[in-house]
């Protein structure tokens, strides 16, 4: 077996194309999904907060406006749970995964011949949970995978085959909806939330409904398809009510202060006094103006 060291010029990231540590670019991925996290289980901390402090008909007002918003927020935490998992097994997949050169070592090691297999050996690198079923035929599945070739000679070879061709359009599906529901997990970023008020903008402007009219959610999650931004129409909706109602809190301090402070208060401020901790000045900025627009 290859020694997985990177002695003799190996390239110290073990397969990956660029030089330097192994799995840069997931750890990158993972820093980003953790910080997503974070902020939406910083907001679910506001209704412990204000749990504690309504002792007054205002503030069970304004719990009850949080509970209601509680369903899209807990989702989006599981959504964004899935997607820190889903970073760090890619993480660990870019370190682990050997060279090409150490691939061709463990073949020779397997001895892959005309012997049956009675179980199936995976080489080091391969996650059989991508995309991938073991299934009674995986000893030459998973061998050939691992080689990189589909006509490698083996025993079993005609009845692996047919099994492959059997399950060839299932598994394209297969992936292909992997690939959809990876980026309809992705963390929402600050240009698509924009992305969703305007399209909320302009279809309610042109159709003249609320926004709580069910019909025009169809056709604001197409309209963010188009512009490659994947997303469930259920995902998108829940976005839409969270961001909005994040604002709605922010207007109602600035009316009962009669202050326009939110933007000068730190993180831990907004959060103590039960404010978002995070809302950007253009999301502010956009739902003004469409409010303004539908008045």
Request: glycine share 6%; net charge negative; proline share 3%.
């Amino acid at each position: 077996m290859a020694s997985r060291s990177c002695d003799d010029g190996e390239d110290a990231s073990h397969g990956n194309t660029g030089k330097g540590v192994p799995g840069q670019d997931q750890r990158s991925n993972v820093g980003n999904a953790l910080e997503n996290l974070e902020i939406v289980m910083g907001d679910l901390c506001e209704l412990d907060f204000l749990t504690k402090k309504a002792t007054d008909l205002a503030g069970l007002c304004e719990l009850r406006e949080l509970i209601h918003q509680m369903s899209s927020k807990i989702h989006s935490s599981q959504e964004l749970v899935g997607a820190v998992i889903m970073e760090i097994s890619a993480l660990q997949v870019a370190i682990d995964a050997p060279s090409d050169s150490e691939y061709s070592e463990i073949l020779k090691e397997l001895d892959i011949g005309d012997q049956e297999y009675d179980e199936c050996e995976i080489p080091p690198g391969i996650n059989i949970h991508n995309g991938y079923e073991s299934d009674s035929s995986c000893e030459c599945d998973m061998h050939r995978m691992a080689k990189g070739e589909s006509d490698y000679p083996t025993k079993d070879r005609t009845q692996t085959s047919k099994t492959a061709s059997a399950t060839q359009d299932e598994r394209g599906v297969d992936m292909a909806e992997q690939r959809v529901d990876m980026a309809e997990r992705r963390p929402w970023e600050d240009g698509e939330t924009v992305s969703l008020i305007c399209a909320v903008r302009r279809v309610t402007t042109r159709e003249h409904v609320n926004p709580r009219n069910f019909r025009i959610w169809p056709q604001i999650t197409t309209m963010l398809a188009e512009q490659g931004i994947v997303r469930t129409e259920r995902q998108v909706k829940a976005k839409w009510d969270r961001t909005f109602g994040q604002y709605i809190k922010v207007v109602d301090h600035q009316r009962k202060t009669g202050v326009d402070d939110y933007f000068s208060m730190s993180v831990t401020y907004r959060h103590n006094i039960g404010l978002p901790s995070e809302f950007p000045r253009l999301w502010f900025d956009e739902i003004s103006e469409f409010i303004e627009l539908n008045m």
